[in-house]
């Protein structure tokens, strides 16, 4: 390490600019590896501002497991909802739905939070892979309010509502549904009708909205004698 590196080391607001720009250059580990240095030599201090740039970085890193520990501290310290939200961004991805609820209720709950619309849409989503189709549906139907998620709470919408038609009509055909998860990046289940019982996969593309699901069907063959 030359002079002037271990000089940066030595001022809170060098390391953070550091961190920053390892974070803005697609280095996500090195930035955390930067203010977890700073922390344990006390140059940075263990604050909640400090620790959710820390959370950043792990979780941009797909370091999750280290990312909601320290996000958890974080918001344990701030109280923000920006924190809390990306504790249940976290939480999401690894399919952790009900802590994931808990968390965007508390993103959602602090007045000052400036991403509240997409906290719904998040919230919808979780709620439905909670298989609670009509909090859902509520959700989205207040993120229709917004100009910057009225598309995508649409499509949901729209998705729920045939959704909520395709389990009517199998339960007057005498059918059942089981939602089963399946190795990430996709969800599915299998349904009986008949004689039949079918395997069904959803996978997931990107974009948390039902247009970016794509569908598989399988019939497997006869069930019973």
């Known amino acids: 390490m030359c002079m002037s590196d271990r000089s940066m080391l030595n001022n809170e607001s060098q390391v953070i600019s550091l961190a920053q720009a390892m974070l803005a250059l697609d280095v996500p580990y090195k930035s955390a590896q930067i203010i977890l240095k700073g922390i344990k030599s006390k140059v940075v201090e263990e604050s909640g501002k400090n620790l959710s740039?820390?959370?950043?970085?792990?979780?941009?890193?797909?370091?999750?497991?280290?990312?909601?520990?320290?996000?958890?501290?974080?918001?344990?310290?701030?109280?923000?909802?920006?924190?809390?939200?990306?504790?249940a961004q976290i939480h999401t991805e690894r399919q952790e739905w009900k802590v994931a609820l808990k968390n965007v209720g508390e993103a959602?709950?602090?007045?000052?939070?400036?991403?509240?619309?997409?906290?719904?849409?998040?919230?919808?989503?979780?709620?439905?892979?909670?298989?609670?189709l009509e909090q859902a549906k509520l959700v989205f139907q207040e993120a229709q309010k917004f100009d910057g998620t009225k598309k995508a709470a649409k499509q949901w919408l729209d998705y729920l509502n045939g959704e909520s038609q395709r389990r009517e009509y199998m339960a007057q055909q005498g059918s059942f549904w089981l939602w089963l998860p399946i190795k990430k990046p996709s969800f599915g289940g299998f349904f009986m009708q008949g004689d039949f019982i079918y395997i069904l996969e959803l996978t997931f593309f990107g974009s948390p909205s039902p247009g970016h699901f794509g569908f598989n069907g399988l019939d497997i063959g006869f069930i019973g004698n």
Do not use: C, H, P
């Open 108 to 132: 959602l709950s602090d007045e000052n939070f400036k991403k509240f619309e997409d906290a719904l849409i998040l919230k919808g989503l979780i709620l439905f892979n909670l298989n609670n």
């Open 53 to 87: 740039l820390l959370g950043d970085a792990f979780m941009i890193a797909k370091e999750y497991e280290q990312a909601i520990k320290v996000m958890t501290q974080a918001a344990s310290l701030t109280q923000q909802g920006k924190d809390f939200y990306k504790l």
